[in-house]
Structures are given as structure tokens and as C-alpha cells.
């Protein structure tokens, strides 16, 4: 199983929101790249980034930060939030990012979903299913689809999409620890590849999910706990092993 540290950027800063929420931001580093290298050091293999003024306006202010982290660390990131057009895709992988996540566009328009899929491959491309109370969240998570999180998983695997990242809102940023039931049933009832988000606060969490990993979760980002202590990222590698 993978652990994705992550690194959430608003307006250059490396900052954690709870719940999604930009009036509950705590601000950790003015220089997310020196974050990136520091999680490098600590032995992680991926990191997770995420453009919220992207999410929340669709217009990056961070695309400097994404470069510094690429050139500050050998070590593949994922890259999501506000990237809904071919351009946009184009210039993060063009920074550095090893793959893109696609969340609200996807759900408006799945058929650019399609067309990045035969432009860059699955292997690049990486749905962002965001839930709250089960159905998918759009927009920085201020909107609610109509539709279940587990049907548009099945939708998007159907077009041959391979792995997303799952977050369930209500948990993220309160270290309340993972919605494994329904990590559980994304996996399984969509036939996706899995990443948890959202709410791991301990190592006993990391187990729980290591659990899931024969039905196909296989990796977990990590904020918050990371940032606050709760654990370090060696003692979480050595759980999920």
C-alpha cells in the first residue's frame, strides 16, 4: 500500500483546511517545496498536491509551487483541484507531475474525461471522487451532485478510467479516522483502483485500511496527522509495509 503525504496549496502556502473549508485554514509553510523534501528524506515514494485555489476559483496561483516541488524532490507526485481543460492538464504534467486528477470536470463532462484518457493514458490520468453523505461533491466540494459517488465511479471505469482518489468530506481534516465501509464499497462495487482520503488520525486507521487492500485499496494520502504529529511518515510506512 502507498502513502501519499500530502500537500494542500493556497496561494503559495502549504496549508490544511478542515472539512474543505477555506475560513478553517492553518497555514504550515510559506515553502511547500521544502515541505516536499523533507517527506522525501522521511521516505516517502509518492506525494499528493493540491491546487485548492484551482478547486475554488478553476484558476491556479500555485503553478510556481508545483515547479519547485518537481525540481526539489526525484520522487513522483499526483497533482488535482480546478484543472478542467486539456491546457491545463498539459502544463502540470509539463511541470513535473507524474499524473493529473480530474474531480468536478469529470462529473460535468465526462466525455473530456475520455478524451484525456486517449491523449496521456490511464496511467496519467487519476479520478477525484469527492463524497458527502455518499453522493459526489463538486466545486471545492461547495456543490452536491445528483447522483451516488458509487455510480459515478462505475461510470468512469466504464470509460477506462483505472484509479481514483476517494475522500469522504464529512471526515477530512478532523482526524476522525477514514469512512472504511464506504472506501470499502467504492472499491468493490466500481472495480477501481482505490486511494482513501480524508480522516486517518492513527496507525490503527492505516491498519484498517491496509485490510482493504485485497479489494483493491491501495494506497492512502495523509494530511493532517502528519502535520499536527499525531504519527511520523517512517512509523506509518512501517504499518502499511
Request: with cysteine; charged share 25%.
Given at each position: ?28 509553510s ?40 518537481a ?55 487519476v ?59 467504492m472499491?468493490v ?38 502535520y499536527?504529529?499525531?504519527f ?10
Amino acid at each position: 500500500m502507498t502513502i501519499f503525504p500530502a500537500i494542500d496549496l493556497k496561494d503559495g502556502q502549504c496549508v490544511r483546511l478542515v472539512q474543505g473549508r477555506a475560513d478553517r485554514k492553518t497555514v504550515y509553510s510559506d515553502q511547500p517545496e521544502a515541505v516536499a523534501r523533507k517527506f522525501a528524506q522521511e521516505g516517502a515514494a509518492w506525494l499528493h498536491v493540491v491546487d485548492l485555489d484551482g478547486a475554488f476559483t478553476g484558476s491556479s496561483r500555485n503553478l510556481k509551487s508545483i515547479e519547485k516541488i518537481a525540481q526539489a524532490v526525484d520522487l513522483p507526485f499526483q497533482v488535482g483541484g480546478g484543472l478542467r481543460s486539456r491546457a491545463d492538464v498539459k502544463r502540470i504534467l509539463e511541470l513535473g507531475a507524474a499524473r493529473v486528477i480530474i474531480g468536478t470536470k469529470a462529473v460535468s463532462a465526462p466525455e473530456f474525461v475520455q478524451e484525456l484518457l486517449e491523449e496521456f493514458g490511464p496511467e496519467k490520468i487519476v479520478l477525484g471522487i469527492d463524497a458527502r453523505e455518499g453522493r459526489v461533491a463538486v466545486e471545492g466540494w461547495v456543490s452536491t451532485a445528483e447522483f451516488s459517488a458509487e455510480e459515478f465511479g462505475t461510470t468512469m471505469r466504464g470509460l477506462g478510467v483505472a484509479t481514483a482518489v476517494f475522500t469522504d468530506i464529512s471526515r477530512d481534516g478532523l482526524l476522525a479516522g477514514p469512512n472504511i465501509v464506504a472506501t470499502r464499497n467504492m472499491a468493490v462495487k466500481t472495480g477501481l483502483e482505490i486511494i482513501a482520503s480524508g480522516g486517518v488520525a492513527s496507525l490503527k486507521d492505516l491498519q484498517e485500511l491496509k485490510k482493504l487492500e485485497a479489494v483493491g485499496v491501495s494506497g492512502v494520502i495523509i494530511g493532517k496527522a502528519l502535520y499536527n504529529g499525531a504519527f511520523s511518515l517512517a512509523e506509518a510506512l512501517a504499518v502499511v509495509g
